[in-house]
């Protein structure tokens, strides 16, 4: 049995031939997906602003750690392609960058060790 580990994923692209009622549709919930929205969930977050011209997906994905940050981000564009089409998005150019949580190194600065002064 393969060890698994955790991935955050973040997703991003480009609205593509927007219908009018997509748009709409997107700019009525605008303030539900801006930056108050932006958090990494197995169901994916999406975010994306008035403009709507580009928007992320951020994921979380539990995958074999042998198959690393490349079968994520394959797992995570799958799921944001199934989401888009869904809704009735047009979009193009996904791409996505993964990083491996359990892999990840914490800097804590400016930490003291304990002792006498």
Do not use: C, W
């Amino acid at each position: 049995m393969s060890t698994q580990h955790t991935y955050r994923v973040i997703v991003r692209g480009t609205f593509d031939g927007l219908t009018d009622e997509a748009r709409a549709r997107l700019l009525a919930e605008v303030e539900q997906h801006g930056l108050a929205a932006m958090q990494f969930t197995e169901e994916g977050s999406l975010t994306y602003d008035a403009v709507l011209k580009h928007f992320s997906f951020r994921y979380v994905v539990v995958s074999d750690a042998e198959d690393g940050e490349e079968m994520a981000s394959a797992i995570a564009e799958d799921r944001a392609e199934t989401a888009l089409k869904e809704y009735g998005y047009g979009f193009r150019e996904l791409r996505s960058t993964a990083t491996d949580m359990d892999t990840m190194k914490i800097n804590y600065k400016g930490r003291r060790a304990a002792g006498p002064a």
